[in-house]
């Protein structure tokens, strides 16, 4: 019964390094997002993905990629990491979109950029 | 542009009141969301509705479609409650935008 997991829960990067923050969800979810949490900010939209194979732009896209090659997995690419990148990331999925899937969230990756 | 609003950002409130935060939204929705978030802790779905009203124990959510407006009611409010309660709505293009968050303390 894992739900979300979101891997690393934290790093801490330089400038210009690059990583990838991983999301795989065990409920055969058909959606998922990725967002990103600061202060005063509430949750803004990165990237998203409706199916296997398949993305989205979101409201803040500049600086990530992602990718879906599996159904259970969305990864969140950081090309070249920018100290604005300092964030708290969030996974979420739902089974489907519309009014029928309600949300599950990962528990977070807080990331640092120096 | 946040496209959809909640208020008030902040509540403080004594044990036992009841408790209501709104939320609005500017264009045509498939659906809405109310979730909870505790310091420094992670994300829960409380509600997802289109249309009318759903109770789950001690809460509340009510939409009218029409207005384009929800509202979350906490009846008998207790500490435990304290937490970020967030809206976000789900869009026909299958974004799913928040709002910025209610932060309710309830004081024993």
């Known amino acids: 019964n894992a739900g979300v997991t979101q891997t690393p829960k934290f790093r801490v990067l330089k400038t210009g390094q690059s990583m990838t923050l991983l999301c795989a969800q065990d409920m055969n979810h058909e959606y998922m997002y990725w967002y990103r949490q600061d202060p005063g900010m509430g949750l803004r939209l990165i990237h998203y993905s409706v199916g296997e194979g398949t993305t989205a732009k979101g409201e803040v896209p500049d600086g990530y990629n992602v990718s879906r090659l599996k159904k259970q997995n969305f990864l969140l690419g950081l090309e070249s990491a920018a100290p604005s990148q300092t964030s708290v990331y969030f996974c979420?999925?739902?089974?489907?979109?519309?009014?029928?899937?309600?949300?599950?969230f990962g528990e977070g990756s807080r990331l640092t950029v120096l | 542009k946040n496209e959809v609003e909640q208020s008030p950002q902040n509540l403080t409130a004594q044990e036992g009141e009841f408790i209501t935060i709104n939320c609005s939204y500017s264009?045509?929705?498939?659906?809405l969301h109310w979730l909870q978030q505790h310091p420094g802790g992670g994300i829960v779905s409380l509600f997802m509705l289109s249309s009318g009203k759903k109770k789950h124990g001690r809460l509340i959510a009510t939409i009218n479609i029409q207005e384009k407006h929800s509202s979350l009611h906490i009846t008998a409010s207790h500490p435990r409650d304290s937490a970020v309660y967030i809206c976000?709505?789900?869009?026909?293009?299958?974004?799913?935008?928040f709002g910025k968050g209610t932060r309710l303390h309830i004081l024993p």
């Open positions: 976000a709505v789900s869009y026909r293009d299958d974004k799913i935008i």
């Open positions: 264009v045509g929705i498939s659906a």
């Open positions: 979420a999925s739902r089974r489907q979109g519309g009014n029928t899937g309600e949300l599950f």
